[in-house]
């Protein structure tokens, strides 16, 4: 909203915010802490940054924009654009100075070719959804990947990563989780109200079979919905968590938000996992 000025958003402003928190972020690299040995090892040789925006919906409220509409997206599309452009540009600039990460050089032709393919789509933002005054963030986000990229040539990037938008899905504290010592309450594997991130040792099923859990992780409070299914089990969790239904037209697991999720769904329960008494769980052929 800062940005917003009599119906028009003041691209030069945000650039200018985008350029000053990449530097600033990238300082921080080398005296932040980090959860594992791992991550800090990673994040010296990669030097990646989670630079991201706030209040969006906000914003499209106040140009008159249904959040959830082709307009509102791709107004979103062109800013989110503008600012990981602008924010690989600053990256290269900076690599300029004191060099690209230390991982870099083997990673070039990899990176550049993502940097090639993010500009590519600034052309599938449909710029006719976009409000006539606004229409000028298109060609601001194509300009800020193409500096991206003709700097990045000449002195890579600084940063392997520069933007992320944080998944804000999540479970409540009395979900039940697979693990190797049975069936556990979420509650049970961290405490809710301690450290954001916190050591624990234990394995987690996943598709991929057991998984070693190393961090119990804090993500707050948000609003969270209840999925009751034919069979009498109840699911809930946040609106944006992420659940498998079975998708019928090719019979095949797919990922849907719980705000997706519809009375047509069919939702599989893993097999010899139920908590309590033994019961008789009915899933699809």
């Keep these: 909203m800062k940005f917003v000025d009599d119906g028009k958003f003041e691209v030069e402003k945000f650039e200018k915010a985008v350029k000053y928190f990449i530097i600033a972020q990238e300082l921080a690299v080398d005296g932040s802490s980090y959860p594992t040995d791992k991550i800090t090892k990673n994040s010296h040789d990669f030097r990646p940054l989670g630079l991201g925006y706030a209040n969006l919906g906000a914003m499209l409220m106040s140009l008159g924009l249904p959040y959830d509409s082709d307009s509102g997206r791709a107004v979103a ?44 789509n600034v052309k599938k933002i449909q710029v006719e959804k976009i409000p006539e005054q606004l229409r000028y963030l298109v060609n601001d986000a194509w300009d800020a990947w193409t500096e991206a990229l003709e700097l990045g040539e000449k002195y890579g990037y600084r940063n392997a990563q520069v933007t992320v938008l944080a998944p804000t899905g999540c479970l409540i504290g009395n979900s039940l989780i697979s693990t ?45 919905r209840k999925i009751k299914t034919s069979c009498g089990y109840e699911i809930q969790g946040t609106e944006k968590h992420r659940i498998k239904v079975l998708d019928t037209t090719n019979n095949k697991l797919i990922w849907k938000r719980f705000d997706e999720v519809n009375e047509e769904d069919i939702i599989p329960l893993a097999v010899n996992t139920i908590f309590g008494d033994e019961k008789e769980v009915l899933l699809p052929l």
């Design 180 to 224: 190797d010592e049975g069936l556990v309450r979420l509650t049970s594997l961290g405490n809710k109200k301690g450290e954001q991130w916190q050591n624990v040792s234990f394995k987690i099923m996943t598709d991929q079979g057991p998984k070693d859990a190393t961090k119990f992780y804090v993500n707050g409070q948000a609003s969270t």
């Design 77 to 120: 599309a062109a800013i989110t654009a503008i600012m990981g452009g602008e924010a690989y540009k600053v990256s290269a600039q900076l690599a300029s100075l004191v060099g690209p990460f230390p991982r870099y050089k083997e990673n070039k032709d990899s990176m550049l070719d993502v940097i090639k393919l993010h500009r590519e």
